[in-house]
């Protein structure tokens, strides 16, 4: 069985400042692992993606996030984060790639830009 | 594309109704999931359907619970008798089986049952 931690519920984090949202994946095989974002009242937009190859991975809205095997973490990360950045982030694996199977996903970490 | 449409945006009800959601996945697209998010146990897959098949409904709650997908653009939620903890928000999400693509999820039904 495969789960996911997100270990922090809320990160408060001030305009123009980076930030990491933590993930951490517990699987016995080969994963694939996944972000989402999901703004209020919307459904999950997928931020970005690891299936193989390079461990670092750029997606939209200038997020990048590192897959790490020997400490299994995705963290996601952003070096400079912008008011419209609010919004809940999702991690999320699966052992078959994410489309033929459904996703597991971590509790979500709600990220919060202050000005 | 229109996406991912899901029908209601949002159900009030009562204990003991029934409650039927809709979705209908992207055109093309093979692969539907439903999936059910609660801010105690957050996002939780319920059902999914290759091809018009369901493959795995380990998730589903109870036997109150039933899904369908009589057609390649259609499938429903059924909650009967709903309860007040079946309250939460219901996403349907699809893709393309038999490789790695991306889900894409509708908007959900913020489901309340009284």
């Known amino acids: 069985a495969q789960s996911v931690t997100q270990l922090d519920s809320q990160v408060p984090v001030f305009e123009e400042a980076p930030v990491e949202l933590r993930c951490n994946y517990s699987?016995?095989?080969?994963?694939?692992l996944f972000w989402y974002v999901q703004y209020p009242n919307q459904g999950l937009q997928l931020l970005l993606k690891?299936?193989?190859?390079?461990?670092l991975v750029k997606g939209i809205n200038g997020f990048e996030a590192e897959f790490n095997k020997s400490q299994t973490s995705f963290h996601l990360r952003k070096p400079s984060v912008h008011i419209s950045d609010t919004a809940e982030y999702f991690c999320a694996v699966s052992d078959r790639g994410g489309g033929a199977d459904g996703l597991t996903f971590g509790k979500g970490t709600h990220l919060i830009i202050q000005p | 594309d229109a996406g991912v449409i899901q029908s209601p945006r949002h159900e009030v009800t009562e204990m003991g109704q029934e409650v039927t959601l809709r979705c209908k996945p992207i055109?093309?697209?093979?692969?539907l999931f439903w999936y059910r998010q609660t801010m105690m146990r957050g996002l939780e897959l319920l059902i999914y359907f290759n091809n018009n098949v369901p493959i795995d409904d380990s998730g589903m709650p109870e036997d109150r619970f039933s899904a369908k997908m009589p057609n390649a653009s259609f499938s429903t939620l059924k909650i009967q008798p709903s309860e007040p903890r079946d309250s939460a928000v219901y996403f349907c999400?699809?893709?393309?089986?038999?490789?790695?693509?991306?889900?894409?999820f509708g908007p959900g039904t913020r489901l309340t049952v009284t």
């Open positions: 699987s016995s095989v080969s994963v694939y």
């Open positions: 999400a699809s893709t393309l089986a038999g490789g790695i693509y991306e889900q894409y």
């Open positions: 055109s093309g697209h093979n692969s």
């Open positions: 690891y299936l193989s190859g390079s461990t």
